[in-house]
């Protein structure tokens, strides 16, 4: 189901996700996934991968740490020569929460899809556990009525585990209404954060 082609990329095809990359850049649209691989090229020396969607979305990736989205088969991956294999599908830092949230997600009728069409956090760039919480607080925090508590755990540690791989923090976050004060932990540290 895949093939190299003679400019130093193999196309993966569809079914198999998208690489993780801290990149993950959507670039533009492109008319196919060779095209994608082209704007991506021309754009990061660094390249590892591309996904593209049928919709024209182009993504640039630096890496191929794991496998994300592998159930989706609209995306169309394309890698450099350089990765050989696929890695693994990505592990979630925070299982039991994740489960928890999609089990309730499961047990629902009907649930607005809508809610997850949102865009992307592309000017989110934080430097501290202060930066994080304050986005937390500008709506991320804001899952389906349905399945808010299970919803707001899985948030609550998934930023932290993003904040301590991505930016070596150990925040102690929360999604609770009360925001006049909270306490966080950096590199050992207690800070209080008045908002």
């Known amino acids: 189901d895949y093939y190299t082609n003679d400019g130093g990329y193999t196309y993966w095809g569809t079914g198999n996700g998208w690489c993780s ?14 095209a994608c691989w082209t704007m991506c090229e021309n754009t990061y020396a660094d390249l590892v991968a591309i996904d593209w969607t049928p919709d024209g979305e182009c993504w640039c990736q630096d890496d ?7 159930d989706n088969d609209d995306i169309h991956l394309i890698t450099g020569s350089s990765i050989a294999t696929l890695p693994n599908e990505c592990v979630s830092a925070c299982p039991a929460e994740e489960a928890a949230f999609q089990d309730c997600l499961s047990k629902q009728q009907s649930l607005d899809d809508d809610f997850f069409a949102g865009g992307d956090d592309d000017d989110f760039s934080p430097n501290t556990c202060d930066d ?10 804001e899952g389906p009525a349905v399945c808010q508590t299970e919803y707001q755990a899985w948030v609550e540690c998934h930023y932290e585990d993003m904040a301590q791989s991505f930016l070596g923090l150990t925040c102690d976050l ?5 925001l006049g004060s909270d306490y966080y932990t950096n590199d050992g540290v207690g800070v209080v954060v008045v908002c």
Not at 27 to 34: F, L, N, R
Not at 64 to 70: I, K, N, R, V, Y
Not at 174 to 178: L, T
């Open 174 to 178: 929360s999604c609770s209404g009360n």
């Open 21 to 34: 990359s801290d990149l993950d850049e959507l670039i533009g649209s492109t008319s196919d996934a060779s």
């Open 132 to 141: 994080v919480q304050q986005h937390l607080s500008n709506g991320e925090c």
């Open 64 to 70: 191929c740490q794991c496998m994300e989205d592998t």
